[in-house]
């Protein structure tokens, strides 16, 4: 196909995009990749860089200008305040199609309307991070550094979050994996400075019901862990957010649970801020368990993986939030 021609095509699909939950785990993970680095890394400040652990790190992305991204967010907000967040992030989605750097993405990945749907539903996912009025953000957080060798991610509060309330703004999209698809996440994708196995499979969630595993990415996974929780999952259609168990005050981070096993046997290799407090698991006076390589170091932007769901609002037949199990077999139930 011709250049021209290309982006003739690329621009006629992108300007009917509709909601969709249907996507599949190629497309997904290469979409979250992306919109991962066009809106929390192009778009974090201060002096240490917003870092999105990607599920493929060799993948090379189009480049953006900030500045755009930025015009597009602070657009966006004028239009949430004047008229309603629904057609603020329409608006923010459909400029943020028309960007080059997206039509170069979208048309060389020759994406039909399905796939074109699937990326700015998921886009959509990340503009509602900075809608005004949202109760959280992501930060840097240096807690598990000494692990990774890199920054880590993180989800804190800006106005206190009462129990009940549910953070609608922090969701995640959910893929089927096929057989095959499951193996390859469960391959490791390199080690880091320290020997540290980097995990490929940290935003897996399980339906025993289906018998099979969903992909889920998207700001929700950011959510790190820890054994005193304050939310929990919360499922509405295909999409997946939280729900506060208790209170959270402005600054305070934003906490889910993976799983009594997901580091290591009864958690033995932990780094969240409890298990430092109580000098328990990796705090403790031995290190003993699992390989270190299944540590909260390769798994801190998890979510999806172990964290407990509660019972959704909205009846599916797609996941049954009520009994899961994780990568290492620990049963979870609401």
Not at 10 to 25: C, F, H, L, Q
Not at 115 to 126: D, E, K, M, P
Not at 152 to 158: F, Q, S
Not at 259 to 284: M, P, Q, S, V
Request: include cysteine; hydrophobic fraction near 30%; aromatic fraction near 6%.
């Amino acid at each position: 196909m011709a250049p021209a021609a290309a982006v003739a095509r690329s621009s006629s699909v992108k300007g009917a995009w509709r909601p969709t939950k249907i996507m599949n785990m190629e497309d997904l993970s290469r979409d979250d990749d992306f919109l991962s680095h066009l809106l929390v890394e192009k778009l974090g400040t201060g002096e240490v860089p917003l870092i999105v652990h990607k599920m493929d790190s060799s993948r090379k992305l189009p480049k953006a200008d900030p500045y755009d991204l930025l015009q597009i967010v602070r657009r966006m907000i004028s239009t949430a305040k004047e008229k309603s967040p629904t057609l603020a992030i329409r608006g923010a989605v459909d400029e943020l199609l028309r960007l080059n750097s997206v039509k170069y993405y979208l048309t060389t990945l020759n994406y039909d309307q399905k796939q074109v749907n699937a990326f700015a539903t998921h886009a959509s996912r990340y503009f509602e991070l900075y809608l005004p009025g949202g109760s959280i953000e992501i930060a840097h957080t240096s807690r598990y550094s000494h692990r990774t060798g890199k920054p880590e991610l993180c989800i804190l509060a800006t106005r206190p979050l009462h129990p009940g309330m549910v953070i609608t703004e922090l969701k995640g999209s959910m893929a089927d994996l096929t057989e095959e698809e499951d193996k390859e996440l469960k391959r490791t994708d390199g080690r880091h400075a320290d020997g540290v196995a980097i995990r490929r499979d940290f935003s897996v969630i399980h339906s025993k019901q289906m018998k099979k595993n969903h992909l889920f990415l998207g700001p929700a996974r950011f959510v790190n862990h820890d054994c005193d929780h304050n939310v929990e999952l919360f499922r509405e259609g295909r999409y997946i957010t939280f729900r506060v168990i208790k209170m959270i005050g402005v600054g305070e981070e934003v906490t889910a649970h993976y799983g009594d096993g997901y580091f290591g046997e009864n958690n033995c290799h932990c780094l969240c801020a409890t298990c430092e407090k109580n000098g328990r698991g990796g705090y403790g006076p031995q290190d003993l368990g699992d390989d270190p390589s299944e540590s909260s170091s390769g798994s801190v932007q998890g979510a999806g993986s172990d964290v407990e769901e509660s019972e959704a609002e909205e009846d599916t037949n797609d996941v049954n939030v009520n009994e899961r199990s994780t990568r290492r077999g620990v049963q979870l139930r609401s």
